[in-house]
């Protein structure tokens, strides 16, 4: 059904613009209620589940969750196709069922996903591994469905910026591009370039290993005080990379989240001890 499938994506993408939260390409979200982070899911779809059944979104009417990195990962075809994005069409499901209280922001497979460049994962090009396995499934209307996957995940926000001074994103410019980093991208229209080394939107979803030094001055360049990852693979499910710095990972059977009470503000420390291993939920 790929008419389906695409009329699916389209409404994503009108939610991604509509989100009543949405300031340029940031989610601004104020001091009320909570927000519920996951790192990256990479079609884990337990942790996904698990994610969606403790936020519990229809009985907790002032909590947000924020999820990142949904395709490329988890189960796959007969022929080592990756199907992540089945997960990813859930995923939209579950934006338009809470379309101002799920936020999905982009990750680098996703800016390699918008700009078909290539993505390792466990040796093998993900882009490649997805596309195959969609071409099975959709055949002769599959380009116009990976058009659409592209375009959903373009609409994404590249990040959330909360009004307790927590700051929310894939990643963070890598150490050697704090500096010429464009911060402007935030407020202006996206380009497709932006998702291209070494627009914005790449190098924000790309940067790994963070000095003391560049997490400070980002802290005061985006004026927040406390950043949440995903990206950095986590051996427990997350970890403490920084005086400010907390990174997440939802993407196997250790993954972990944090939900954060947005009425105050938080350090990574105290971040820290209320991180939640997944495999504790049912
Ligand atoms: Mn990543």
Redesign the pocket.
């Known amino acids: 059904m790929p008419q389906t499938t695409i009329d699916l994506l389209n409404k994503g993408i009108a939610a991604n613009q509509a989100d009543r939260f949405r300031r340029g390409n940031l989610v601004r979200l104020p001091r009320e209620g909570s927000v519920v982070i996951g790192g990256?899911i990479h079609g884990h779809r337990r942790n996904f589940e698990r994610l969606i059944a403790y936020a519990d979104l229809a009985h907790h009417p002032d909590r947000h969750i924020v999820l990142q990195?949904i395709i490329h990962g988890g189960p796959e075809d007969d022929t080592g196709g990756c199907l992540s994005y089945q997960l990813l069409f859930d995923a939209v499901r579950f934006k338009l069922d809470w379309p101002d209280r799920v936020h999905i922001v982009m990750?680098?497979?996703d800016t390699a996903c918008i700009s078909s460049s290539e993505v390792m994962k466990n040796g093998k090009e993900m882009n490649r591994a997805m596309g195959s396995a969609l071409d099975r499934e959709f055949r002769n209307a599959s380009s116009e469905v990976k058009q659409a996957i592209r375009q959903f995940l373009f609409s994404q926000p590249l990040a959330v910026r909360c009004e307790n001074r927590m700051w929310i994103s894939?990643?963070l410019p890598a150490d050697r591009f704090v500096e010429t980093f464009d911060a402007g991208v935030f407020d202006r229209e996206l380009r497709p370039s932006d998702c291209e080394k070494p627009g914005p939107a790449y190098l924000l979803?790309w940067g790994r290993r963070h000095s003391q030094a560049a997490l400070d001055r980002l802290a005061q360049q985006l004026d927040v005080d406390v950043f949440v990852l995903?990206?950095q693979a986590q051996t427990h499910g997350w970890c403490q990379a920084g005086e400010n710095l907390i990174i997440l990972a939802c993407d196997h059977n250790h993954g972990c989240f944090v939900e954060v009470d947005l009425t105050r503000a938080w350090t990574a420390s105290e971040l820290a001890e209320r991180v939640v291993p997944l495999a504790s939920i049912h």
């Open positions: 990256d990195e990750g680098n497979h894939h990643s979803t995903g990206h």
